[in-house]
C-alpha cells in the first residue's frame, strides 16, 4: 500500500513526503510543478507530474500504486490572487478537490487528509478561534477550501471515506536537517518576505496597516512551525488507519505574534538591521487570529516540538542561505 501526496513538491508537502519517507512509508508525489520543485521530492519517492484535475491519471496512479491514503496539499495558495481571478481558484482548489475526492472513492482508497486553512474563519468575533466556531471566509481562497470541506465530510457520510481536515495557521520555518524549506518564488508570506529583506534579496519590508485593534496596531497570526504541522498530519493519518472518526482541526500554537514583533524577531536572530516601511492595510487582512489547538492535542494526540518563534526564524534563515547555494 502507498500514500498519494499532491502537492509533493511544494513547501509543505514537500517536509510530509521526507517524513512518510523517514517514517518508512511508501509515496507517490502528484504535481504539477506550478509552484513547486522537483529538487524538493526526495528520490525515495515516485515523482509524477500532472494534474489533480486529470481524473484519468489519478485512477490509474489509484490503482498501479494500491494507494491506501491521499493527503491532499495541491492547491492555489495567494489570496489577493484568489480575489482577482476567482474561478482560477474554483477550478484549481474546489473543482480538482471534488475530482480527487470521487477519484478517491471510486478507487477504493480509505484514507484522505485535507489542507484547509484558518482563512475559512474570516475575521473571526472572538480570538482563539475553535472549529466550531462560525466560517465566514473573506476571499476566493478561504471560499475555495471551505467548499473543500463540505464535499468531504458529505462523501464521508456517503461514501465512508476517512477523513481528516487540518486547518492550518501561519506555517513557517523549515525542516530542521535542512533537506527541504520554503522555496516559493515571490513569496507573499511575512516570515519568507522578511527573512529575504534580512539576507539582501530585498530592500526592505513593508508593514500592511498599523490602525487594527490589536496592541501595537498590526495584524496578530499564529505562527506554526512547519514540522510540526507534518506531525499532525502523520498523527491524522495513524488516527484513521486505526479506525478514528472524521475530525475537522486547527493547528496552530494557540498564541498570536504581532507583524512588527516578528519583524524584530527575524532582525535579531539574523543579526541585521533591515529597512522597514508602514504601509496602508492589506485589503482582506483579518486583524487577529489565533487557533484554539486543544482539540488536535485531544484527538490526534498531537505534541509539538517546535513551538518557538526564535526557532521558526532560525529555521526560516537557514533555508533561505542554503537556497542562495543552490543556483535554481
Ligand atoms: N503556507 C501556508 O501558510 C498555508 C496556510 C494554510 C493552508 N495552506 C495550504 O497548504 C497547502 C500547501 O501549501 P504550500 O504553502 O506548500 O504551497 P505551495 O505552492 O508551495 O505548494 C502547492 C503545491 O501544489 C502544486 N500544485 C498546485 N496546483 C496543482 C495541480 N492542479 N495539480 C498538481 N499539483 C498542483 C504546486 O506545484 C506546489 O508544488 C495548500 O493546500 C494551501 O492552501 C498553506
Ligand atoms: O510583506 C508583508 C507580508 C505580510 N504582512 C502582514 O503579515 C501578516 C501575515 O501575512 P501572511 O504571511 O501573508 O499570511 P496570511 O495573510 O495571514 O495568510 C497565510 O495564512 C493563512 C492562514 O491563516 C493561509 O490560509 C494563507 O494561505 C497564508 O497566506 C498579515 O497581517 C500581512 O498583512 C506584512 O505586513 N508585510
Known amino acids: 500500500m502507498s500514500i498519494l501526496v499532491t502537492g509533493g513538491a511544494g513547501y509543505i508537502g514537500s517536509h510530509m513526503v521526507h517524513a512518510l519517507v523517514d517514517a518508512g512509508e511508501r509515496v507517490v508525489v502528484l504535481d ?16 509524477v507530474v500532472g494534474d489533480t484535475g486529470d481524473a484519468a491519471l489519478v485512477s490509474r496512479l489509484i490503482a498501479e500504486h494500491g494507494i491506501e491514503a491521499i493527503v491532499h496539499f495541491a492547491a492555489s495558495i495567494v489570496v489577493p490572487e484568489s480575489v482577482a481571478d476567482p474561478l482560477r481558484y474554483y477550478r484549481n482548489n474546489t473543482a480538482n478537490s471534488r475530482s480527487m ?81 520554503q522555496s516559493t518564488r515571490n513569496a507573499t508570506h511575512l516570515i519568507k518576505v522578511a527573512v529575504e529583506a534580512a539576507l539582501g534579496l530585498r530592500g526592505k519590508i513593508d508593514v500592511f496597516g498599523t490602525d487594527y485593534p490589536t496592541p501595537d496596531g498590526t495584524c496578530v497570526r499564529d505562527y506554526i512551525h512547519v514540522s510540526d504541522l507534518v506531525a499532525a498530519h502523520a498523527d491524522a493519518l495513524r488516527h484513521l488507519r486505526s479506525g478514528g472518526a472524521p475530525a475537522t482541526l486547527n493547528c496552530g500554537y ?30 482582506g487582512d483579518p486583524a487577529a487570529i489565533v487557533a484554539a489547538c486543544d482539540r488536535a492535542r485531544e484527538i490526534l494526540g498531537w505534541q509539538p516540538r517546535w513551538d518557538d518563534l526564535d526557532t521558526i526564524v532560525r529555521h526560516a534563515l537557514d533555508w533561505q542561505r542554503k537556497l542562495g547555494t543552490m543556483n535554481l
Open 101 to 181: 475526492i470521487d477519484c478517491a472513492v471510486t478507487g477504493g482508497v480509505k484514507h484522505f487528509v485535507f489542507s484547509s486553512t484558518a482563512a475559512v474563519y474570516g475575521n473571526p468575533a472572538r480570538v482563539p478561534v475553535a472549529e466550531d466556531d462560525p466560517l465566514a471566509p473573506m476571499s476566493p481562497y478561504g471560499s475555495s477550501k471551505l467548499m473543500t470541506e463540505i464535499m468531504l465530510r458529505d462523501a464521508t457520510a456517503a461514501h465512508g471515506l476517512g477523513h481528516v481536515i487540518l486547518r492550518y495557521f501561519n506555517v513557517a520555518g523549515a525542516d530542521p536537517l535542512m533537506r527541504t524549506g
Open 32 to 47: 504539477d510543478l506550478s509552484t513547486g520543485f522537483r529538487f524538493a521530492v526526495p528520490p525515495e519517492a515516485a515523482l
Open 254 to 283: 494557540g498564541r498570536g505574534f504581532s507583524v512588527l514583533e516578528v519583524i524584530e524577531t527575524v532582525k535579531r536572530v539574523s543579526g541585521v538591521d533591515f529597512r522597514v516601511d508602514l504601509a496602508p492595510r492589506r485589503p
